[in-house]
């Protein structure tokens, strides 16, 4: 049971220094007292991972958070890059590299 928790960690861990430091779309990457304003989002998106959901479905979850939700404006090359590195961060946690 304790490697299915270190794996919820982990994936955690590293999705949320994704939206820091590729995602960002309030921009408090650089604002160590807003260092959790994603993290609300990290759940739901890890959840998207481990159902093995596609590129397009993980950009269009985003796609919402950034522009429905949080009311921005959105930038859909960024937010497309995001999703192809939360789909590579997947690979990389399922082959231990």
């Given at each position: 049971?304790s490697?299915?928790v270190?794996?919820g ?17 309030v921009?408090v990457?650089d604002?160590?007292?807003a260092q ?5 989002y ?5 959840a ?6 596609t ?7 985003l796609?919402?958070?950034?522009t429905?939700?949080?009311?921005l404006?959105g930038n859909r090359?960024?937010t497309?890059?995001?999703a ?7 690979s990389e946690?399922?082959t231990?590299c």
């Open positions: 049971m490697d299915y270190d794996r960690r982990r994936y955690h861990a590293a999705i949320r220094r994704i939206f820091l430091k590729h995602w960002d779309p921009g990457a604002v160590p007292e959790d304003e994603y993290d609300s990290v759940g739901e998106i890890y998207m991972l481990i159902s093995h959901k590129k397009n479905e993980v950009f269009d979850a796609w919402w958070i950034e429905e939700h949080m009311g404006c090359q960024q497309d890059h995001v192809e590195r939360l789909i590579q961060l997947r946690m399922e231990g």
